[in-house]
């Protein structure tokens, strides 16, 4: 089964609100990261963090990593038309023999 | 630095047919990552080089195939295709290993008819 998976699958929001998204892992990683992709086009990446890291900005992102849990979120603030994609995250699963496990995503849709 | 790309962007394909899909990285990478993506499973990753090895596979059958060469450039062929194998393949490449940030590239959209 996937290591990510993400939460919601899809959110609506208006421009300048926030949007949160989550992410649950289900084995120990070493680093956790945030991807966006518009329609059908490759991976940009967003940000990375480290499994001994609880919080890392970039921008307009922040993401939260609690390995407790294992979940991360990702937090968009006053979002833009322009930040509408598909948003996923992805473990390490080196350990695991894979490389990088991605989530099934989460479908963001700004209204203007 | 150019980013990674990838060719053909589209490509089309009947069943029975075989297809080499072809993916340079960013200037000095030294990985190459391949993943399959499709509305039904999602991204998934197929394999890893790695200074012209490969270092990982993920659970795809040996119709599925890559190399990479000195040049880090790397190409991945896929044999007898199938319906099921119409995805967006994506390359990606990172500095030192997998556990770096990987760059994707646009992707090749193969469609298997």
């Known amino acids: 089964s996937q290591q990510g998976e993400e939460d919601p699958q899809a959110l609506s929001i208006q421009e300048g609100e926030n949007a949160t998204m989550n992410c649950s892992y289900k084995?120990?990683?070493?680093?956790l990261q945030w991807y966006r992709q518009n329609s059908g086009r490759g991976l940009v990446h967003l940000i990375l963090?480290?499994?001994?890291?609880r919080e890392k900005h970039s921008g307009r992102l922040r993401v939260t990593l609690d390995t407790s849990k294992k979940s991360s979120s990702l937090l968009i603030t006053a979002s833009r038309a322009a930040d509408t994609a598909s948003y996923f995250c992805?473990?390490?699963?080196?350990?695991?023999?894979?490389?990088?496990?991605f989530g099934p995503g989460t479908r963001l849709s700004v209204l203007p | 630095k150019a980013g990674v790309t990838q060719t053909p962007r589209y490509l089309i394909k009947t069943r029975g047919q075989q297809v080499t899909l072809s993916c340079s990285p960013i200037?000095?990478?030294?990985?190459v990552s391949w993943y399959q993506q499709t509305p039904g499973q999602g991204l998934q990753f197929l394999f890893e080089?790695?200074?012209?090895?490969?270092?990982n596979k993920g659970n795809f059958p040996g119709r599925f195939s890559g190399r990479q060469f000195s040049n880090s450039r790397s190409e991945m062929n896929v044999s007898t295709l199938e319906l099921g194998d119409s995805a967006l393949y994506l390359c990606?490449?990172?500095?030192?290993?997998?556990?770096?940030?990987?760059?994707f590239g646009p992707g090749t959209r193969l469609t298997v008819l």
């Open positions: 963090i480290r499994s001994n890291e």
């Open positions: 200037s000095g990478h030294r990985s």
């Open positions: 084995t120990s990683i070493n680093n």
């Open positions: 080089y790695f200074s012209e090895t490969q270092r």
């Open positions: 992805a473990t390490d699963a080196y350990n695991y023999g894979q490389n990088f496990v």
């Open positions: 990606a490449s990172s500095g030192t290993g997998s556990r770096d940030t990987q760059y």
